[in-house]
């Protein structure tokens, strides 16, 4: 972003627009991504959030569009990941390292942690307001959404909820608001960190939904740090977050595999087809033309989970492993799990796969299915049928009212 631009009355985004990036920490983003920051004016001018280390003098050109930065009074730091702590030295070295850097008191400790002696914090609790001269924020502790020291900021008067990470999709544009960005896109970018970032919180995030709603914060403006705001319509992004924080799943599947002369791939294709025939939407993921975070961002509501290896020296082939590994972090919840691969002469590797997604707490089918080397005709039946079954045993449970 070159320009700040005003999002409410005295109320500016002045965070920077990372187009290039492709990779945060290991999840892809193709789409490059945003770090969001926000200017109040008041009697006391606050900031709202920094962005990344390396865009400081950046956002600092941003805020000297509106002010001179050195007249900021106030910093708010909603959370500690370097996203959006990293360049608060700068920040402070250059406005006045005295003045107060408002944190929750995990903030505290976690930024004392990456910039030790650098930092006037002040703690802030639950619910805590703080008076800027026309404007007043209260500050709601979200702790593990998705740090122990994640808090969102609530302007009272704008009804605008800063809230860091959550909403967030790493989105750099075009668009900087809702309705000025392709909705099915930032949907799938929205949906995408839902599934890679914050999942494992999901009880936590439901729990605070629950919070927001009995509090009855009006809510015409919600600004995470990634991403567009959403002005147009918050209600949408908020029911969104309803649905994946209870595990709603749709009759879908999706077919994990990996495979090393395409007779797992044959399996995948068969097991596809026997899902399709059962009116299941499913699709084959092959790990290495696909990458993790792509995946779980399918996973996320999908009913079934099928995933296939061939064995390689007695054990999961090791990109299956990695999705397996990266899976069980993210504890997604209410799944069906099925296991399947080709192998040569000793096989473990669906079994392991097995004993993996049942350590998931998936409910797994009764039996699994493996395959001598290349599966033939009768073979890719048996794999149509496989497939069939996890087809039947997704729509039983739909039917029955199962998430
Ligand atoms: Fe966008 Fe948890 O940092």
């Not at 995470?224 to 599947?253: C, F, N, Q």
Request: a negative charge; hydrophobic letters at 40%.
């Amino acid at each position: 972003m070159t320009q700040a631009f005003a999002i409410a009355d005295n109320v500016y985004q002045v965070g920077v627009v990372d187009w290039n990036l492709r990779d945060f920490h290991g999840y892809s983003t193709f789409q490059g991504s945003t770090y969001n920051a926000f200017l109040i004016l008041d009697e006391k001018v606050t900031l709202i959030d920094t962005v990344k280390k390396q865009f400081a003098d950046q956002l600092l050109d941003n805020i000297a569009q509106i002010i001179d930065p050195k007249k900021i009074d106030y910093v708010v730091s909603n959370h500690t990941e370097m996203d959006h702590s990293g360049s608060l030295p700068r920040v402070m070295h250059y406005i006045g390292e005295d003045k107060p850097v408002y944190c929750s008191r995990m903030g505290e400790k976690n930024l004392s942690m990456h910039f030790p002696g650098k930092l006037n914090t002040r703690v802030v609790k639950d619910q805590e307001q703080l008076q800027l001269g026309q404007k007043t924020l209260t500050f709601l502790e979200t702790r593990m959404v998705h740090w122990p020291d994640s808090m969102f900021t609530y302007c009272n008067e704008d009804k605008i909820l800063f809230a860091s990470d959550g909403f967030g999709q790493h989105f750099a544009g075009p668009g900087r608001f809702d309705d000025e960005a392709n909705q099915a896109e930032v949907m799938f970018q929205a949906k995408k960190y839902y599934a890679n970032i914050l999942l494992l919180y999901s009880p936590l995030i439901a729990k605070l939904l629950k919070k927001v709603s009995d509090l009855g914060l009006p809510l015409d403006m919600i600004c995470p740090d990634h991403g567009v705001i959403w002005r147009k319509d918050p209600g949408k992004i908020l029911k969104a977050y309803s649905e994946w924080s209870s595990g709603t799943t749709e009759r879908k599947a999706v077919v994990i595999y990996d495979t090393m002369w395409n007779s797992t791939k044959l399996m995948a294709e068969a097991i596809v087809d026997g899902l399709e025939a059962e009116g299941i939407t499913a699709k084959p993921m092959h790990i290495r033309s696909s990458d993790r975070s792509k995946i779980m961002t399918d996973v996320l509501d999908a009913k079934a989970v099928v995933v296939g290896s061939p064995t390689l020296n007695n054990q999961i082939f090791p990109t299956v492993a990695d999705i397996l590994t990266y899976m069980k972090g993210l504890k997604p919840m209410h799944k069906i799990g099925a296991a399947f691969g080709s192998y040569g002469w000793s096989g473990e590797s669906v079994k392991l796969i097995s004993e993996e997604l049942e350590a998931m707490n998936f409910d797994m089918l009764d039996q699994n299915l493996r395959i001598q080397f290349v599966p033939d005709t009768e073979k890719l039946k048996s794999c149509f049928e496989y497939g069939r079954t996890i087809g039947q045993k997704v729509n039983a449970a739909l039917d029955t009212g199962d998430a």
